[in-house]
Nanobody, 120 residues
Framework: QVQLVESGGGLVQAGGSLRLSCVTSRRTVSIYRMAWFRQAPGKEREFVAAISWHSDSTYYANSVKGRFTISRDNAKNAVALQMNSLKPDDTAVYYC?????????????WGQGTQVTVSS
Protein backbone atom coordinates (compact mmCIF):
# COMPACT_ATOMS: atom_id res chain seq x y z
CA GLN A 1 0.00 0.00 0.00
CA VAL A 2 1.08 3.53 -0.78
CA GLN A 3 0.77 5.98 2.09
CA LEU A 4 -0.84 9.26 1.05
CA VAL A 5 -1.16 12.45 3.07
CA GLU A 6 -3.14 15.42 1.78
CA SER A 7 -2.77 19.03 2.83
CA GLY A 8 -3.69 22.51 1.66
CA GLY A 9 -7.42 22.53 2.21
CA GLY A 10 -9.17 25.44 3.83
CA LEU A 11 -11.75 28.16 3.50
CA VAL A 12 -11.70 30.43 0.48
CA GLN A 13 -14.09 32.87 -1.14
CA ALA A 14 -15.63 32.19 -4.52
CA GLY A 15 -13.21 33.09 -7.28
CA GLY A 16 -10.22 32.38 -5.10
CA SER A 17 -7.57 29.70 -5.32
CA LEU A 18 -6.17 26.85 -3.30
CA ARG A 19 -3.37 24.42 -3.90
CA LEU A 20 -3.71 20.92 -2.53
CA SER A 21 -0.73 18.67 -2.01
CA CYS A 22 -0.45 14.94 -1.63
CA VAL A 23 2.78 13.43 -0.36
CA THR A 24 3.39 9.74 -0.89
CA SER A 25 5.62 7.22 0.77
CA ARG A 26 8.85 6.19 -0.94
CA ARG A 27 7.12 3.61 -3.07
CA THR A 28 6.38 5.64 -6.17
CA VAL A 29 8.12 3.22 -8.52
CA SER A 30 5.04 1.06 -8.22
CA ILE A 31 2.56 3.86 -8.99
CA TYR A 32 0.77 3.86 -12.31
CA ARG A 33 -1.47 6.86 -11.81
CA MET A 34 -2.51 9.28 -9.10
CA ALA A 35 -5.72 11.19 -8.84
CA TRP A 36 -7.89 13.53 -6.84
CA PHE A 37 -11.46 12.72 -5.92
CA ARG A 38 -13.93 14.70 -3.89
CA GLN A 39 -17.08 14.09 -1.95
CA ALA A 40 -19.54 16.84 -1.16
CA PRO A 41 -22.18 16.62 1.57
CA GLY A 42 -25.05 14.43 0.47
CA LYS A 43 -23.29 13.34 -2.70
CA GLU A 44 -21.24 10.36 -3.79
CA ARG A 45 -17.53 10.54 -4.36
CA GLU A 46 -16.62 11.88 -7.77
CA PHE A 47 -13.51 11.98 -9.89
CA VAL A 48 -11.72 15.31 -10.21
CA ALA A 49 -8.37 14.85 -11.94
CA ALA A 50 -5.65 12.29 -12.55
CA ILE A 51 -2.07 12.16 -13.75
CA SER A 52 0.09 9.28 -14.92
CA TRP A 53 3.24 8.88 -12.89
CA HIS A 54 5.60 8.12 -15.74
CA SER A 55 4.02 10.06 -18.58
CA ASP A 56 2.46 13.45 -19.21
CA SER A 57 -1.09 12.17 -19.48
CA THR A 58 -3.65 14.09 -17.46
CA TYR A 59 -7.38 13.72 -17.09
CA TYR A 60 -10.00 16.08 -15.74
CA ALA A 61 -13.64 16.01 -14.90
CA ASN A 62 -15.64 18.31 -17.16
CA SER A 63 -16.71 20.37 -14.17
CA VAL A 64 -13.13 21.45 -13.41
CA LYS A 65 -11.54 21.69 -16.84
CA GLY A 66 -9.87 25.04 -17.34
CA ARG A 67 -9.91 25.78 -13.62
CA PHE A 68 -7.96 22.97 -11.97
CA THR A 69 -4.50 21.72 -12.85
CA ILE A 70 -2.95 18.52 -11.59
CA SER A 71 0.81 18.14 -11.49
CA ARG A 72 3.43 15.82 -10.08
CA ASP A 73 6.91 15.99 -8.67
CA ASN A 74 8.42 12.54 -8.98
CA ALA A 75 11.57 13.50 -7.08
CA LYS A 76 9.55 14.72 -4.11
CA ASN A 77 7.03 11.89 -4.34
CA ALA A 78 4.19 14.36 -4.48
CA VAL A 79 1.24 15.48 -6.54
CA ALA A 80 -0.61 18.76 -6.41
CA LEU A 81 -3.95 20.13 -7.45
CA GLN A 82 -4.01 23.82 -8.26
CA MET A 83 -7.59 25.01 -7.99
CA ASN A 84 -8.45 28.39 -9.47
CA SER A 85 -11.73 30.22 -9.94
CA LEU A 86 -13.24 28.21 -7.15
CA LYS A 87 -17.00 27.96 -6.88
CA PRO A 88 -19.21 27.10 -3.91
CA ASP A 89 -20.03 23.88 -5.76
CA ASP A 90 -16.39 22.87 -5.34
CA THR A 91 -16.92 22.54 -1.60
CA ALA A 92 -16.06 18.99 -0.63
CA VAL A 93 -13.58 16.75 1.07
CA TYR A 94 -10.79 16.13 -1.41
CA TYR A 95 -9.03 12.80 -1.43
CA CYS A 96 -5.74 11.82 -3.00
CA UNK A 97 -5.65 8.35 -4.53
CA UNK A 98 -3.07 6.12 -6.15
CA UNK A 99 -3.32 3.20 -8.52
CA UNK A 100 -0.63 0.57 -8.46
CA UNK A 101 1.03 -0.56 -11.68
CA UNK A 102 -0.33 -4.07 -11.31
CA UNK A 103 -3.76 -3.04 -10.08
CA UNK A 104 -6.74 -4.41 -11.95
CA UNK A 105 -9.33 -2.81 -9.69
CA UNK A 106 -8.49 0.87 -10.02
CA UNK A 107 -7.33 3.16 -7.25
CA UNK A 108 -6.39 1.13 -4.20
CA UNK A 109 -4.60 3.62 -1.94
CA TRP A 110 -6.35 6.61 -0.41
CA GLY A 111 -5.47 9.53 1.80
CA GLN A 112 -7.58 10.72 4.70
CA GLY A 113 -8.89 13.75 2.85
CA THR A 114 -8.67 17.50 3.24
CA GLN A 115 -11.65 19.84 3.52
CA VAL A 116 -12.15 22.55 0.92
CA THR A 117 -14.87 25.07 1.62
CA VAL A 118 -15.75 27.79 -0.87
CA SER A 119 -17.99 30.56 0.38
CA SER A 120 -20.34 32.60 -1.78
Amino acid sequence: QVQLVESGGGLVQAGGSLRLSCVTSRRTVSIYRMAWFRQAPGKEREFVAAISWHSDSTYYANSVKGRFTISRDNAKNAVALQMNSLKPDDTAVYYCAARAVLSTTGYDSWGQGTQVTVSS
